[in-house]
Structures are given as structure tokens and as C-alpha cells.
């Protein structure tokens, strides 16, 4: 051992001597050494050791190799450290440790190979700055860390490792620690497993960060990324752990990635990925193989600040007991939230979106395939059992679900307010809600604009709400809403007049609020609205505020079928398709094309202005009825149109074939109720009509137009085929 200041000089010429001790240490430093151009070789003990402590310690062109533990330095102050290369293997203890040698610089100018057999790679703990000149180097470690860095600064251009591993850490140690450096850190393979910690923890500090060792874990997390506040952190190794999962946790700064191609979370009682208060930082999963699933836990949650991007192929999250993706209060950013599958079982909701910006959002695609009331999977996963509401949206843009089952949720199938955008593909909403007002579609929150933007639904199917198929409500905004190849079925009660909940197929209504009114267009086309409690297409245009002027509904309704009872008898169904305006609101319509409207209560076509409103549309080419008696209408007209209370009504109806309704075919009627003058101009023409079934003997004709007191009507009809 060196004499405290001893100088240990080099040979001049020839090659280093070396240093070796089988029972020991091969060199210990004292306080303020300088040694030069030797060969720390084999030895039982560190290559070189000493926590003297001191200033003037200086160390050059000095490699180490062999087998055992490298060096050991500790205390040490504004040191000058510098080595050739640093490669020993078999080492049973910590490869290199250094710890608190503030003010100090340590390099490694040539290879860098460490390989434990029992214990930690490097670690590096307030060790001043520290470097490896080479890209080549590797550690590995069995029995503890691979790498640890604390409080230590990255010289050059930062530090670059080829590899660096970790199996069966001790301890709940991690297989890989960065907190607090300073200074890039790039890890370009290796392998973490069976960590008994955290596999990879990245905690503080703003300098970039790149570690691409595969993970394999089945204990703590794979991966936390915390209190980061810039710089960026990119994971691209494979993840594979059924431990607790991926945790991003108050990061204020900077972005962090996850690009690995397989990311593969089974876990019990956690959540697969948790990120939480990263308020300014960016959290991306790319490259897709997101692969979630927790039995008594969230599958992934994003809550409390930053943005949040998940894209590529075969991303998937599957949850037992616990909702399987919960982002509030967190942005969608650019890219969005792209899953192949999302299901969950039980818990209280499947999916919840809450302020999530106006820049992306959540896409599930499916795969494609079956996905109908009897199909037994769909692709694009299943939520159902719900205790609450299966998928809920508030202040989110763009939602598109493909391929989904949503079945027996406690409350509404799909309910959302401030929803901009949304596309249903090939959905099945069953059995949603036990009680009024829990429907399959409800964005109906009061003096809200709910939905707004472009929404279609296409091939989807509603079934066996407690109430409403669709319950549509805008007090604001405009919404293009398309509905194609859809059926919405079953809101009937069950046994025929019974107490019970059920109600529309379609509700859509258009409405005021704050001065400001809603615009709302329906096309409806090549759908099925069956067995109804109450109407098919239900198209209300109000102002339920009480200001002035109502809320404006524009509604297509073409080439779809109405079977109000399907189950023979009397119905218990209202209207197959309502167009009504009211308390100032305006409706513009066409019904047109629908080849089957059959078994419905009352009027089956209803169209109506009353309190102020304005309706102006057509009905063409309709078939309304068959020859089964009062299939056209049990107890009312076929198609009814009525102006009352100062209402204006402009309708052409042509085209259409009526048969076997109760009452009038068509009616045509102005009412003054409260003093004012409706208005109402029809054009009724090359209908054809079947007399009506029962008029109490008292003359019916088939098509008639009336006008009580006040009522200013204009009508003309010719070319039909009517039976008076």
C-alpha cells in the first residue's frame, strides 16, 4: 500500500508492470497518490481500492484486468482519474463503485468490459464526471444492478455502452438506476431480467436518454420514468412483465417513449401502465405490441396533466375487474390512442375519456370479422358487465370504435358531452341500463352541446336498452350525424303494456341554450328500427330555454325499414318516424324510400309544427303498411302532418303507397289551439291510399286535409289512387 503521497512512476520503455494480489487488493490508494502507467491485474479483491478521501489524487494510463471486482473509490475530491481500459470478468461483489468523489473527473479511454457473477455491474454515485471514450463497452451483471448512476455527470458527449445487463437482482434492487445525471446516457442492448425491483428506473434529471435492453420481469415494475423535467427518454427494448407494470410519474418536462415492438403487461393487482401528473411532458408508446391485461387492476390510466400518444399494430388491453383505459386531464396528442382490442369485464366502467384536447383521439380498429348479436367475439374486443356506464366521453375529439361489443352495462352503453367527432364501425351496444334514462347511445346531458362534428355509425347494431336506443341532445353546436346499414331493436316492453322503461329507437334533438341554438343533420339510410315502446326516428327541433328562436334539425331518412311490433298483435309503438318542431324550432325533412313501415301504434309518419315552429319537407316513395289489417297504423293515420299555434308547415307527399290504417291514410291538419294562425301548404299527390279500417261510421276518405279557426291552409291534391 502506498505511503500517503507516494508517486508509483512508469516503466520507461517496455510494457506496464503489473500489479497482482491472490489474497487481496492489488493496489490500495491512500490520500493524494498519483499513479501512472501500470497493469491492475488479477487479484482476490478489487483491482485498485481507497476511501481515503483527500485531494491530488491522480490516476493515468492504467488498465485493469483479469477477474475479481475492478476498483472501489470512495471520498475522493477533485480527483483526476483516467484509464486505458477497465476489463475484468467473474468478479463476485460490485464491478466498479464509485461513490462521492465530488469535483472529480473519471475516464475510460479504451474497452470497457465488466462481467459479474454475484453482485452490481458499475455504480455511480455522486462520482463526479465520468466517461467511457469507446461505444463498445458492455456490462454485465448477475446478482444485482447492471448499471447505476446517481448525481453524476456525463463527460465528452455523454456516455455510450453497447450492452448492459442485469438478471435476479437482491434486494428489490433495479437491473438498471439513472437518477439525476447529468449529461446523455445511451444503453443500445442487453437484457434485464428478473429484476428484483424496478428492471429499468429513470428518476430526474433533463439530459437524453436511450436504453434498448429487453426487459423479462415478474417483480415490481418493467419501467418507471419519474420527475424527469426535460430532455428525452427513449425505451426500445422489448417488455415483457408480469410484475407492476410501466409507470411515468410527475415528469414536468421533456418526452419519453416506449418503442419497443412487443410490450407485453400481464399483472394482478396493479395497473398495466400507469402515468400520472406529467404536466409538459410528452409519453409515447410506438411501434406498436402494446399488449395490457390486469385482472384486478386498470389496464392503462393517464391521468392528471401531459400528452399521451399510443400507435402501430396490435396494441391491446383486456381488464377483469377494473376499467381498461381511463385518460383524464391528459392530452391525445398527435397520432392518437390506436388499439386493435379493448375489453373489460365487470368493474365500473370499460373506458372513460375526459379532457383529453382537441388534437387526436382514441381509435379501435378490430380486425375485421363477425360481429353481430350472435357472434361470440367481436375483434375489436368487448366491454361488458359494467356496474356504470360501459365507455364514457367528455371533452374529447374523434372517439372511433370498430368491431366492439358493449353488453349488460349497469348505465348507458356510450354517453359522452363535449364530444367532437365520433365514429361507431360495426358495434354492438345489448342490454344497456336497468332503468330510465340509461340508454345504449346518450349524449343528452342538459344545456350542454353533447356531440357535435362529423359522427357516423355504420352496420352497428343497438339492442335492448332499459330506455333509449340513441338519446341525442344539443343545446349547442353543430352535428352532421350519418347512420348506414344500422338496426336499433327492442326498446319494447316485455310482456306487451307492462310497467317498464322503454322508449324510442332514435331520439334526436336540437335545442337553445345561453342565447346560443343547436344544428343538428340526420341521414338515415339502409337501416332497421324494430319493436319499439315508442318511436322509430324521433327529430325534435325546441327551445326548451324559453329565448328567442329554437334549435334547426335537417333529417334524411331513406331507403330504411320499421317494424314497430315484430311480435304480431297490437302494438305498443307510437310512431315509426316523427318530424317535429317546436317553441320556435325549425326542421327541414325528406322521408323518402323506405320500403317497410309497418306495426305501429299511432300516426306512422308524423310530421309537426306547432308554438312558433317551422317544418318544411317531403315524404316520396314511402310504403307505409301491407294488406295485414291495421299494419299501416293499429290506431291512427298512416301519415299524419298537423300545424298548430301560430306554426308554419310545408310538406309534399307523393309517391307513396299507404295501406290498411285505422283512420285517414293521410291527414292533413291545422289546428289553432291558442289563439294564433298556423299555417300549412301540402302537396298530396300519386299517392296510392286503402280506405281506413274503422270510422265509427262516420265518412273517412283516405286522404284528407283539414283547417279549424285561424288555420290558413293551401293544399292540392291530384293524381292519387285513393278509396274514399
Excluded at 468478479?91 to 457473477?117: F, Y
Excluded at 350542454?448 to 359522427?455: C, E, I, M, P, Q
Excluded at 298556423?678 to 286522404?703: C, E, Q, W
Amino acid at each position: 500500500q502506498p505511503v500517503i503521497g507516494t508517486q508509483i512512476f512508469p516503466a520507461i520503455g517496455g510494457t506496464k508492470p503489473v500489479i497482482t494480489n491472490s489474497a487481496g487488493t492489488a493496489l490500495t490508494l491512500g490520500s493524494g497518490n498519483t499513479v501512472r502507467g501500470v497493469t491492475l491485474g488479477q487479484s482476490s479483491g478489487p483491482a485498485l481500492s481507497g476511501n481515503a478521501g483527500g485531494t491530488g489524487l491522480v490516476i493515468d494510463d492504467v488498465s485493469i484486468t483479469g477477474t475479481g471486482r475492478a476498483m472501489t473509490l470512495a471520498n475522493y475530491q477533485n480527483a483526476s482519474i483516467s484509464f486505458d481500459d477497465v476489463t475484468r470478468s467473474n468478479m463476485t461483489g460490485t464491478g466498479i463503485s464509485l461513490t462521492s468523489l465530488n469535483g472529480s473527473t473519471v475516464a475510460i479511454t479504451a474497452a470497457l468490459t465488466i462481467s459479474t457473477s454475484s453482485g452490481a455491474g458499475v455504480v455511480l454515485s455522486n462520482a463526479g464526471t465520468f466517461s467511457v471514450s469507446q461505444t463498445t463497452g458492455t456490462i454485465s451483471a448477475t446478482g444485482g444492478v447492471g448499471l447505476s448512476i446517481t448525481g453524476t455527470t456525463m463527460g465528452g458527449s455523454g456516455l455510450t455502452l453497447a450492452s448492459v445487463s442485469s438478471s435476479n437482482t437482491a434486494d428489490g434492487g433495479p437491473g438498471l438506476l439513472l437518477k439525476n445525471v447529468t449529461g446523455a446516457v445511451a444503453v443500445n442492448a442487453g437484457t434485464i431480467t428478473n429484476a428484483a425491483g424496478t428492471a429499468i428506473d429513470v428518476d430526474g434529471g433533463s439530459s437524453n436518454v436511450a436504453i434498448g435492453a429487453n426487459i423479462t420481469s415478474s417483480q415490481g415494475n418493467a419501467i418507471v420514468v419519474w420527475r424527469r423535467t426535460g430532455g428525452s427518454v427513449t425505451i426500445s427494448g422489448t417488455v415483457t412483465n408480469t410484475g407492476a407494470g410501466i409507470s411515468a410519474l410527475n415528469n414536468t418536462g421533456g418526452t419519453i417513449t416506449f418503442s419497443g415492438t412487443s410490450k407485453a403487461i400481464t399483472v394482478s393487482d396493479s395497473a398495466a401502465v400507469t402515468l400520472q401528473n406529467n404536466s409538459g411532458a410528452t409519453i409515447s408508446f410506438t411501434n406498436g405490441g402494446l399488449a395490457l391485461s390486469s385482472t384486478r387492476g386498470t389496464g392503462f390510466t393517464a391521468t392528471g396533466g401531459g400528452t399521451v400518444i399510443i400507435t402501430g399494430l396490435n396494441n391491446t388491453i383486456s381488464t377483469s375487474a377494473d376499467v381498461a383505459l381511463n385518460v383524464s386531464d391528459t392530452v391525445i396528442g398527435t397520432g392518437g390512442l390506436q388499439f386493435q382490442s379493448i375489453s373489460a369485464t365487470g368493474g365500473v366502467n370499460g373506458i372513460v375519456l375526459d379532457s383529453t384536447g382537441t388534437t387526436a383521439g382514441l381509435s379501435v380498429s378490430g380486425i375485421g370479422g363477425s360481429c353481430t348479436l350472435g357472434s361470440s367475439t367481436c375483434t375489436g374486443g368487448a366491454i361488458s358487465d359494467t356496474s356504470g356506464d360501459a365507455i364514457t366521453l367528455t371533452g374529447t375529439i374523434s372517439p372511433s370504435l370498430g368491431y366492439m361489443r358493449i353488453a349488460d352495462s349497469g348505465g348507458h352503453g356510450i354517453t359522452g358531452t363535449a364530444v367532437v367527432g365520433m365514429t361507431l364501425n360495426t358495434v354492438v351496444i345489448q342490454g344497456a341500463g336497468d332503468a330510465r334514462p340509461e340508454s345504449g347511445l346518450y349524449f343528452a346531458t342538459a344545456n350542454a352541446n353533447n356531440l357535435s362534428g362529423t359522427v357516423t355509425i355504420t352496420n352497428s347494431i343497438v339492442d335492448s336498452p332499459a330506455f333509449r336506443g340513441a338519446d341525442i341532445h344539443n343545446f349547442s353546436g353543430t352535428l352532421n350525424l350519418t347512420v348506414t346499414g344500422s338496426t336499433f331493436s327492442n326498446t319494447v316492453i316485455s310482456p306487451p303494456g307492462g310497467l317498464g322503461t322503454g322508449d324510442d329507437l332514435m331520439l334526436i334533438r336540437a335545442d337553445t341554450f345561453g342565447g346560443q341554438a343547436a344544428v343538428t343533420r340526420v341521414r338515415v339510410m339502409n337501416s332497421q328500427f324494430i319493436n319499439s315502446e315508442s318511436d322509430g326516428v324521433a327529430a325534435l327541433a325546441q327551445n326548451s330555454s324559453g329565448s328567442t328562436g329554437g334549435g334547426t334539425i335537417h333529417l334524411t331518412v331513406e331507403g330504411s325499414t320499421f317494424n314497430g311490433d315484430s311480435r304480431g298483435g297490437e302494438p305498443f309503438s307510437d310512431n315509426a318516424i316523427v318530424a317535429w318542431a317546436t317553441q320556435g324550432g325549425t326542421v327541414r325533412f325528406n322521408i323518402e324510400n323506405n320500403p317497410t313501415i309497418v306495426n305501429w301504434r299511432n300516426e306512422t309518419i308524423g310530421v309537426r309544427s306547432d308554438n312558433s315552429g317551422s317544418v318544411q319537407g317531403t315524404i316520396s316513395g314511402n310504403t307505409v303498411g301491407t294488406a295485414m289489417a291495421r299494419s299501416g297504423s293499429w290506431t291512427a293515420q298512416g301519415i299524419f302532418l298537423n300545424s298548430d299555434d301560430s306554426a308554419d308547415l310545408v310538406v309534399r307527399v307523393q309517391n307513396n303507397t299507404v295501406k290498411s290504417t285505422f283512420w285517414q291514410a293521410i291527414w292533413a291538419n291545422a289546428a289553432d289551439g291558442t289563439g294564433g294562425t298556423p299555417r300549412m301548404d301540402v302537396v298530396i299527390t300519386n299517392n296510392t291510399t286503402t280506405s281506413p279500417i274503422n270510422t265509427s261510421g262516420v265518412y273517412l276518405p283516405s286522404i284528407d286535409v283539414q283547417g279549424t279557426t285561424n288555420a290558413q291552409v293551401c293544399a292540392k291534391a291530384e293524381g292519387n289512387a285513393a278509396q274514399a
